[in-house]
């Protein structure tokens, strides 16, 4: 499945004529080599793009399109017109001259049998120059570039000051040698297009996942004998053609390449796409999911208006454009893994149908806001960074949590309780119930029903009506803290500090010490204060009853901590109002 969507998306592209058809590769490219009619190099062209970083500007590599590269391991295996400087120059700083001269004469062949029919001055030019080359002469010549050069960059033959990639026979020749190739060889049943084919052995590697090697890693690869079965070898196990194979990669790693719309979570890396390869579904999608990106042109107000129309099965329309929301939409999560890939999550839905369950997990995080809050909604990542330890070294989400989340997000499926326990785990830790921590346990509890933390409990705001005791209890610890603050203006540490974890947990055992505390407080206050809190706390002690409970479970917890964040908002915004 996986597979054929790619498929299907790089045939979208390429009618677009966005992406490399069959037999030609994106590939960073530092340096051209321009020749003279007589192969000789007159200059080393510097192709490198200025980019500017947050601190200063950096040289890059510039994208080109040329021939496809080979994958290699340990063989020699030169690539066309644009290789490294072991195989078109022949030098390197590896010690192994025997093999870097091997290297060279294998490109070397390679340029005979594609150039030497040819009559254009650039194919001429670069016989010529492997005809009279010497690797002696290098030092004299590379000495400005030799640190790039040695750390692998890839050379582009040039002539007469123009890339030899504009001379249409040097392609052709290309072109058909590449069919020629693909055509032979290892015939069966491809497995994504179900078309008799040539069966690729080694399918070609993908870049850009973070955290997996920096060459590039396989999405599929059998490179154990307990990966293989029936006596069959590397790319025989599952048979895809070289085409599908060449297709599935190009598609991802131009997916993997577009920075603009490919997002981390944890070890994570995410990327989305729609039927058709309309860009415009991926601004949506990636605005939706990870937050808003005004430089795409998105909106918050954008935003609200797409999900609001949603909601009412109204027609969607972005920037002059007619939004299909029965139109497929696809999420790919990848992880690191040694020598290959993890599929952490493929998910494929119709585009209105993942914006809706977007929404529906909005609207269960949707709860009181601090005046110092910058989100009007919270977004993935934010929700994450409230289940980590931000003193902690590594400020990574749990990457099972993170991927398990984001499925349910995107599908409106139950909440992992990895999430909640997560969440209490910091609760516990830091004595601190933020915003997102509390909106967490209210979704949590909305979308997981429990009766032991019932919907009464579950507002936006403070349900001052509610008699559940435990969220009581949590509003009556905001209040005593209320008192203990009035009482002795600038505290450092308040009873939360010290005593919020047992009050949460077994409150019989504190609740009695915490009221005759806030007495001692009360008497320090004038009698206007005596008289408001006096009533606050009878009021919340007449619907705990007699007794305090002597444990809270899980869920109870929540409702408690759900009832002191919300006391403790009503509090500041009726300050606020005054």
């Not at 969507?5 to 030609?24: A, C, F, M, Q, R």
């Not at 590397?234 to 993997?256: D, S």
């Not at 999900?307 to 027609?315: F, T, W, Y």
């Not at 599929?343 to 995080?365: A, C, P, Q, T």
């Amino acid at each position: 499945m996986i597979l054929q969507s790619l498929v299907t998306h790089y045939e979208d592209l390429l009618n677009e004529g966005v992406i490399s058809k069959p037999g030609w590769g994106k590939v960073n490219v530092s340096f051209g080599l321009n020749l003279d009619d007589n192969g000789n190099i007159v200059n080393i062209l510097t192709l490198k793009t200025r980019k500017k970083s947050e601190k200063k500007e950096i040289y890059t590599a510039q994208s080109m399109e040329v021939p496809q590269p080979v994958k290699r391991s340990v063989d020699i295996n030169p690539n066309f017109l644009c290789d490294n400087s072991t195989y078109i120059l022949g030098i390197d700083e590896k010690g192994k001259p025997d093999r870097t001269k091997q290297c060279y004469l294998a490109c070397k062949k390679l340029h005979y049998d594609l150039l030497s029919q040819i009559e254009t001055s650039a194919a001429k030019a670069i016989i010529h120059y492997f005809q009279n080359w010497e690797s002696k002469d290098a030092n004299e010549i590379f000495i400005e570039h030799w640190k790039d050069l040695m750390a692998g960059a890839n050379i582009l033959f040039y002539y007469d000051g123009q890339s030899v990639m504009q001379d249409e026979e040097i392609k052709d020749s290309w072109q058909k040698y590449y069919n020629n190739k693909v055509s032979n060889g290892n015939q069966k049943i491809c497995m994504v297009t179900g078309e008799r084919t040539s069966i690729t052995m080694l399918h070609p590697v993908i870049k850009g996942v973070r955290g997996a090697q920096a060459m590039g890693t396989s999405l599929i690869s059998y490179n154990e004998p307990a990966f293989c079965s029936y006596e069959k070898e590397q790319g025989n196990n599952a048979p895809v053609g070289e085409y599908a194979a060449f297709a599935y990669a190009t598609a991802l790693n131009e997916l993997l390449n577009d920075k603009e719309h490919t997002r981390i979570i944890g070890d994570t890396t995410i990327v989305c796409w729609a039927e058709g390869g309309n860009s415009s579904y991926q601004d949506i999608g990636i605005a939706a999911m990870f937050g808003i990106d005004e430089e795409r042109g998105i909106t918050d107000q954008d935003l609200s208006a797409i999900i609001g129309k949603i909601q009412h099965g109204e027609p969607v329309e972005l920037k002059g454009e007619w939004i299909d929301l029965d139109k497929k939409f696809y999420v790919l999560g990848l992880a690191p893994n040694a020598a290959r890939l993890t599929i952490r999550f493929f998910m494929v839905n119709s585009f209105g149908d993942i914006l809706k369950h977007i929404s529906e997990h909005y609207e269960r995080l949707n709860i009181v806001r601090p005046n110092y809050d910058k989100f009007s909604v919270l977004p993935i990542w934010k929700l994450f960074s409230e289940t980590i330890n931000q003193n902690a070294r590594d400020k990574s989400p749990s990457p099972q949590m993170a991927a398990d989340t984001f499925k349910a997000v995107l599908t409106g499926a139950r909440y992992p309780a990895s999430l909640l326990n997560n969440v209490m785990i910091r609760i516990r830790a830091e004595h601190e119930v933020t915003r997102g921590r509390a909106a967490i346990i209210k979704a949590y509890y909305l979308r997981n029903e429990n009766k032991n933390c019932p919907k009464e409990v579950l507002k936006v705001e403070l349900n001052e009506q509610s008699t559940n005791v435990s969220y009581t209890l949590g509003r009556l610890f905001a209040v005593l803290e209320h008192i203990q603050q009035e009482a002795n203006p600038g505290i450092n540490a308040t009873i939360k500090d010290k005593y919020f974890n047992t009050a949460a947990s077994t409150p019989a055992q504190i609740f009695p010490t915490l009221i005759n505390l806030a007495q001692k407080h009360l008497r320090k206050l004038n009698d206007g204060g005596k008289i408001h809190f006096n009533r606050q706390v009878g009021e919340l002690a007449e619907i705990i009853g007699k007794e305090f409970p002597k444990r809270l479970n899980l869920p109870e917890q929540g409702a408690f901590q759900l009832g002191y964040y919300c006391q403790t908002q009503k509090r500041y915004q009726k300050k606020e109002e005054v």
